[in-house]
């Protein structure tokens, strides 16, 4: 790997928890095949580039960018944006780059609401804040106008935002993923532009557990059975999305009896993630009967987004949900059944 | 909320064996109905994958239909059962993401029962009609001051002193 000259690599966070950061030393020792075969010229998280000089560089100087999170504030869009033009290569790396992931997920609510959340309510990590005060885009000073990235409503995905070349799944991706990728841009064996880096197939392919016919009476949370240790949790009555899910991670939940949530995000051909979970779910739902279906749902799935868009929301066709200030329709009802 | 010149959009996914023959029957005994459904025709209820109902209304669309076989009548035997429970799912779901129930329905519809599909699409389009316009695109529209908070980014970033090292 160390005979070419050194390329430039770029790490960059956006709206993620910081695990994409760590994963990337999950690649062990390797680390340092790495920064024989790249110079580090930004990561915020480990190294001391800073974005003045990433401004300064030419467009596409930076061989490769990993970009983890999604875009939140003008802050990350304009990092995203600086970034694209100044790589050759940007990969969306994990969950929120990809799908918006967890943060996605707050596309249920819309700026004022996570704001009230934040400042007003008061939880364990804001004391109690009397003056209602929130965060201003603009703040005038006598030495001039100060300000503070504005918040979005709907969380984008690194591809809602600019173009993206490559994805890398997981929450976080996996040492191993990481390290293919990797080598890959390195030695130019790379995929078509727009690929998912990864394998094609599903987490039920990786799975050790034995499935026979899926047919289910009544769906369980984890907390309510004992699954058997060998069969197939879907079979048993648990949501396990393990069949709408990408392979990569080796059925590790499953493994440990406890249902894949779709961490490695959609396989291919996959649009709508959900969508896909909710489609294969209905089927082997063991009832011909209308009453009986909505009881088995209404009892078993209480929240369908929460189970089935956990890290795809911000990617999904619908992207959010319906933001009460939109159109001249009559409010929407906020209630499901089950609540 | 009703806005007189609202005409909604709606999109009927409609069995070939049954109800696209119901809704031709309805057309050719000039049987009046709302002019508002854009109809698709599929080989089978069983075909319509929540993913079209979703797309559909991220499209613009402001309300579904799906229209199939009676139950034991699918000419491919149990799959209109899974267009029920599937249709059941995405019910569950959709009010969680703010889309009125009364946005979608399933209709049942023989080759012979243009009148009852006719009356369907009535009701549906009513309904639509009341709720007013979904938009939906119009829901990933920023809440102000993007642009002008990224150009203020740059502007920054170029007047900032430099910190000599
Ligand atoms: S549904 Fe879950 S438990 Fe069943 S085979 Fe797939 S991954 Fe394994
Ligand atoms: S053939 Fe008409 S619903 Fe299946």
């Keep these: 790997m160390s005979e070419k000259p050194k390329g430039k690599l770029a790490l960059y966070w956006a709206a993620s928890c910081g695990g994409c950061d760590i994963a990337v030393l999950q690649i062990g020792a390797r680390i340092l095949d790495v920064a024989a075969a790249f110079d580090i010229v930004l990561w915020p998280c480990a190294a001391d580039g800073k974005v003045r000089d990433v401004e300064k560089m030419a467009d596409g100087e930076i061989d490769v960018c990993l970009f983890n999170g999604g875009i939140r504030t003008s802050e990350q869009e304009y990092m995203a944006q600086l970034l694209r033009r100044k790589s050759k290569v940007l990969v969306a790396f994990g969950s929120c780059a990809q799908e918006g992931c967890i943060p996605g997920l707050a596309n249920m609510n819309n700026r004022r609401e996570i704001f009230d959340s934040v400042y007003k309510e008061g939880s364990a990590t804001t004391p109690e804040n009397s003056d209602d005060v929130r965060p201003q885009p603009e703040t005038e000073m006598p030495e001039g106008t100060l300000h503070l990235p504005v918040f979005y409503d709907t969380l984008k995905t690194l591809n809602q935002t600019v173009e993206v070349d490559y994805y890398l799944p997981g929450c976080p991706p996996e040492g191993d993923m990481i390290w293919t990728a990797i080598t890959a841009i390195v030695e130019g064996k790379l995929p078509p532009p727009g690929s998912v880096i990864g394998a094609n197939t599903t987490v039920c392919d990786e799975c050790k557990r034995t499935r026979t016919e899926k047919k289910i009476k009544k769906f369980y949370r984890t907390w309510q059975i004992k699954p058997d240790p060998d069969i197939c949790l879907l079979e048993q009555g648990l949501i396990c999305c393990g069949i709408a899910t990408r392979a990569g991670c080796g059925g590790l939940c499953p493994e440990v009896n406890s249902p894949c949530i779709g961490c490695h995000g959609p396989n291919d051909g996959v649009q709508d993630y959900g969508a896909r979970m909710m489609s294969a779910l209905a089927s082997v739902i063991d009832s011909d009967d209308p009453e009986e279906i909505e009881q088995i749902i209404r009892d078993g799935v209480p929240d369908p987004v929460g189970s089935f868009y956990r890290f795809s929301l911000a990617s999904s066709l619908l992207r959010r949900k319906k933001r009460s200030t939109n159109g001249n329709g009559a409010a929407a009802a906020t209630k499901t059944k089950a609540s | ?165």
């Excluded at chain 2, 069983?46 to 199939?68: E, N, Q, S, Y």
């Excluded at chain 2, 569950?92 to 399933?106: A, C, D, S, T, Y």
């Excluded at chain 2, 009701?123 to 642009?147: H, Q």
Aim: include cysteine; aromatic fraction near 8%.
């Design chain 2, 1 to 165: 909320m009703s806005d007189d010149s609202f005409e909604p959009k709606i999109v009927g996914f409609l069995c070939n064996w049954c109800s696209y023959t119901a809704s031709d029957l309805a057309g050719t005994a000039r049987m009046k109905y709302a002019p508002n459904v854009r109809i698709i025709r599929v080989m089978c209820s069983g075909r319509v994958d929540p993913t079209f109902l979703l797309k559909a209304f991220a499209m613009g669309a402001d309300g579904v239909m799906i229209a199939g076989c009676h139950p034991g009548d699918c000419h491919y035997q149990q799959q209109n059962y899974k267009t029920m429970r599937r249709y059941a799912m995405i019910e569950q779901m959709l009010p969680q993401m703010g889309i009125e129930r009364e946005r979608v329905k399933l209709v049942w519809a023989s080759a012979a029962e243009g009148q009852q599909l006719a009356e369907a699409i009535d009701e549906l389009s009513e309904a639509v009609r009341k709720l007013g316009p979904l938009n939906w695109s119009r829901n990933w529209e920023e809440n102000g001051g993007r642009i002008e908070a990224l150009e203020a980014i740059v502007k920054e970033h170029e007047e900032a002193l430099e910190v000599q090292s």
